[in-house]
């Protein structure tokens, strides 16, 4: 089944976990992902035995299933993040731009429209105010005004086609800073749902990780298979220290 469709049967439950209750996860998630894949096919090993305390083969066939809904969750997250990203990156890069042609145009105008007290006071009224989304507001006012005024523009020698390039670019950057900054929302929230899917597989994982380390306390050989071996390379322990419940 793909990730997809594992994402599709599972986010009902998913969802259903109160935040609350949601989990962070303490391993890098594809490290994770990976364990809970090797659990599914180890724990297959030892269905029967598993069964005997209270361990369904329902429950060890739901673990690829949890588990690609997981991997779902953190492709979903990891490319809201990304597009914010890029997006900050390329307002970093097209703003400057942006503000040169607001000034160019505030600059051009007043010349322009010197002799017009009325358009003069327009143009004072858009140069009031700073900020990113003011800039964005200013290009398209100033565009307008322009295209309603071009003779006075048309004098001077004034390139009409910038009117359309500050139209053009109001629209562009206004998206532009949408992605950049309105879209941490949508980002916190497909966060919250990776971790809620996160803590909807873990608790499946250490479920039957508990039953394993329980059932083969005394089978080293079937017992490695149960413990999280990211956790046991990271950590020192003394040569006789058991590791905990739910590793």
């Not at 659990?39 to 069964?51: F, G, K, M, N, T």
């Not at 358009?119 to 398209?140: F, K, P, T, V, Y």
Request: aromatic residues 8%; glycine residues 6%.
């Amino acid at each position: 089944m793909a990730n997809v469709d594992d994402y599709n049967q599972k986010l009902e439950a998913i969802q259903a976990i109160p935040d609350e209750e949601t989990q962070v996860p303490t391993i890098p998630v594809d490290v994770y992902l990976q364990e809970a894949e090797n659990l599914y096919h180890w724990s297959r090993d030892d269905q029967e035995q598993l069964a005997t305390i209270g361990i369904t083969s329902e429950q060890i066939e739901d673990l690829p299933v949890r588990t690609g809904a997981c991997r779902e969750t953190q492709s979903i997250w990891f490319k809201d993040r990304y597009s914010q990203q890029e997006a900050q990156r390329d307002w970093s890069r097209l703003s400057p731009q942006a503000y040169d042609l607001r000034n160019e145009l505030l600059h051009t105008f007043r010349y322009a429209y010197r002799k017009d007290l009325v358009i003069l006071g327009r143009i004072s009224a858009i140069a009031e105010g700073d900020g990113h989304a003011d800039m964005i507001q200013d290009l398209n006012d100033l565009a307008v005004l322009g295209r309603e005024n071009q003779t006075p523009l048309e004098a001077i020698g004034f390139d009409l086609s910038k009117l359309d390039l500050a139209a053009t670019k109001a629209d562009e950057m206004g998206n532009l800073l949408g992605l950049a900054n309105g879209d941490k929302a949508d980002q916190n929230q497909s966060k919250l749902l990776r971790d809620k899917a996160y803590t909807y597989l873990k608790e499946l994982v250490d479920e039957i990780r508990d039953a394993g380390k329980y059932l083969f306390w005394r089978n080293p050989q079937r017992y490695k298979g149960y413990i999280s071996h990211y956790r046991k390379n990271r950590r020192s322990t003394t040569a006789d220290e058991e590791p905990a419940l739910g590793e």
